[in-house]
């Protein structure tokens, strides 16, 4: 997706952009960056999640052992 926009942006900036196309530009990176924002703090949670998944199970094995 990151070569298509540069590839994008080679082209446009060959032709000389004019406003309309600079604001969908900048949309287009402001999309992108919610999209790695939303990306990260999904990817985030998931290991926040996994981490404590781990932590629980080692716990548990602890108890299991001091039996």
Known sequence: ????LFHYLLIE????LIPLQTHNLVAEFNR????????QFLLKRILDHTLESITLYHEHL??????
């Not at 997706?1 to 298509?4: E, H």
């Not at 992108?32 to 939303?38: C, K, Q, S, V």
């Open 1 to 4: 997706m990151l070569i298509v």
């Open 13 to 16: 900036k060959s032709i000389k």
């Open 32 to 39: 992108i960056n919610w999209f790695i924002l939303i990306k």
């Open 62 to 67: 602890a108890r299991i052992h001091s039996y």
